[in-house]
């Protein structure tokens, strides 16, 4: 016989957007169960990522729409102070500020005038001003170096946080659990171990399920478009000591993690995919060895590993890869999330609780004036 849990609100997923989500209603007094797959929490994209927590620097550069590119700077900022707060352990240390760099004098216009009306924060220094941080650094290419805040995140420490407050407020967790819609207010979860069987019934449910959104919301019988990007990746010895990435496409963005580890990524790599695995494309690392090349003085290409991973998002047709948040909904009952960015996860929590409070109302708390209107 299957056992019968009935909560306010199932999530599904346990990344940094299911955690955060989960928390985030368990703390506004909803009865959440949190279901994941894995017998770890944050098993997929949340945990393979490069490590940075955005301050708006890149994004508002990067993205080829001036609106989107400046929302996009905007949330990820709305996430940075959150997180930071949330988790200020896990915080990198650095000797210093993170280091933009670029090698076109209108793309730094651009971006001067992006972070400005995102209130991104920058300071505009020579390249020469920063040549005694980055000393291994080719920076002949640079017209231009900025002193930003984005910062490396140890994300297990922002998990192991994340774990405890959410215990601590009550979100019961389902680990090692495949969820499936039975109906858009009823779910069943199956222990992966030893088959045994939950009954979900609940008043909301949250897919934040990564690149499943796809299969479970065409249980549901409204499928969401979704596409597959792979990214690649090389960590290794740390290379600088300060954190640094350019602002132009296919060059490097470097981040240290403890113990010593540079992460190095590559600005604008992800290719879309068909299939959601992590395996690595040797050509694809190749790309990213090149640019570090481009970038770091001396030879370190043999002393990297390399990895994959997989981020999504909810567009279709030929627009590029959009880093952009989406909150769907899908029935009166469901909605889907994704972050775009970890350093998005807590704006879009903050917008579903929002939405499910409005609809769970809670008697004791009075209606403004407009809400008696409706
Ligand atoms: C290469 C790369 C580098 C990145 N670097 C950064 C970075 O430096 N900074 C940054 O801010 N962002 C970065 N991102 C983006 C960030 O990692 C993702 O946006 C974020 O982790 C997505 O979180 P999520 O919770 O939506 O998804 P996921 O982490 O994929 O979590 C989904 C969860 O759902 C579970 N699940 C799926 N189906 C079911 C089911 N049926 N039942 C139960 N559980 C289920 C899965 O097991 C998984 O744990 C990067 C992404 C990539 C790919």
Redesign the pocket.
């Known amino acids: 016989m299957s056992r019968e849990v009935a909560s306010d609100v199932v999530v ?8 955060l989500t989960s928390l985030k209603l368990a703390q506004v007094g909803l009865r959440v169960t949190l ?4 017998s770890t ?14 301050a708006g620097t890149y994004h508002a550069s990067a993205i080829a729409d001036p609106h989107e590119a400046v929302q996009v700077a905007r949330k ?1 900022l709305y ?1 940075y102070h959150q997180i930071r707060n949330l988790a200020p352990e896990s915080l990198e240390w650095s000797n210093g500020l993170a280091i933009a760099l670029v090698t076109e004098p209108v793309r730094s216009e651009q971006a001067e005038g992006r972070w400005e009306e995102a209130q991104v924060r920058f300071r505009r220094v020579r390249p020469r001003d920063v040549e005694p941080a980055l000393p291994n650094v080719d920076l002949s290419r640079a017209v231009c170096a900025y002193l930003v805040q984005d910062v490396g ?1 140890d994300i297990r420490l922002l998990y192991r946080r994340l774990l405890t407050e959410a215990l601590r407020s009550g979100v019961s967790i389902e680990l090692d ?4 819609f039975v109906s858009d207010t009823v779910g069943e ?1 199956v222990r992966r171990h030893d088959g045994a069987v939950s009954r979900l019934r609940y008043r909301r449910a949250v897919l ?5 959104i796809n ?2 919301s065409t249980q549901l019988g409204c499928p969401v478009p979704l596409r597959l ?5 090389l960590y290794g010895p740390q290379l600088v000591d300060r954190p640094v990435f350019w602002l132009d496409p296919l060059e490097v963005a470097i ?1 240290n993690h403890t113990p010593s580890v540079s992460v190095v ?1 590559m600005t604008t790599d ?1 290719i879309e995919v068909e299939k959601a695995d992590f395996e690595v494309e040797p050509s694809r690392i190749a790309l990213v060895q090149e640019a570090m090349r481009r970038t770091i003085v001396g030879e370190h290409g043999d002393r990297f590993t390399a990895y ?5 998002d909810m567009r279709s047709g030929r627009v590029p890869l959009s ?1 952009n948040s989406e909150i769907r909904r899908l029935s009166s009952a469901v909605y889907c ?9 807590p704006f879009v929590a903050d917008r579903v609780v929002h939405q499910i409070c409005d609809e769970l109302l809670d008697g004791r708390i009075p209606a403004r004036p407009w809400d008696q209107a409706r």
């Open positions: 599904v997923g346990a990344g940094v957007s299911g955690l279901v994941e797959r894995s929490i944050a098993p997929a994209a949340s945990s393979r990522n490069e490590g940075w927590l955005h990820c996430g995140i659990s495949e969820f499936h979860c934040a399920a990564g690149h499943e299969r479970l990007w792979k990214s690649h990746i981040v990524g992800a994959a991973c997989i981020k999504v880093v999330v994704s972050p775009g960015k970890l350093t998005e996860a």
